[in-house]
Nanobody, 126 residues
Framework: QVQLVESGGGLVQAGGSLRLSCAAS????????MGWFRQAPGKEREFVAA????????YYADSLKGRVTISRDNAKNTVFLQMNSLKPEDTAVYYC???????????????????WGQGTQVTVSS
């Protein structure tokens, strides 16, 4: 069982930056691939970024490449999402998720992840 708690969301002006964190419980964090997804009101949950258990491979949504960076600190059981040049359309609830790397074929697919956090709200004002 893995519990995930996101933090770092908030209100930011367009062009600003935020760094989201996701703290995980459990001793096997380093064996999980971690992903960030987001969901805006009235829209489906969409993939943002993912990172494999070792941190050696990262994946990004094409629409966000160059503006977001995912990283992890396995010693601190934490995954991060650095977001720059934020736009109003980035407003959403951001969720982190954990999946077992060995079982995953598509790191951008929400159904591949077993555990989810409660989400953190990011609001970008124009």
């Amino acid at each position: 069982q893995v519990q995930l708690v996101e933090s770092g969301g908030g209100l930011v002006q367009a062009g600003g930056s935020l760094r989201l964190s996701c703290a995980a419980s459990g001793r096997t964090f380093s064996s999980y691939a971690m992903g960030w997804f987001r969901q805006a009101p009235g829209k489906e949950r969409e993939f943002v970024a993912a990172i494999r258990s070792s941190g050696g491979y990262t994946y990004y949504a094409d629409s966000l490449k160059g503006r977001v960076t995912i990283s992890r600190d396995n010693a601190k059981n934490t995954v991060f999402l650095q977001m720059n040049s934020l736009k109003p359309e980035d407003t959403a609830v951001y969720y982190c998720a954990a999946g077992i790397t060995a079982f995953m074929r598509d790191f951008g697919k929400a159904s591949e992840y077993y555990y989810w956090g409660q989400g953190t709200q990011v609001t970008v004002s124009s």
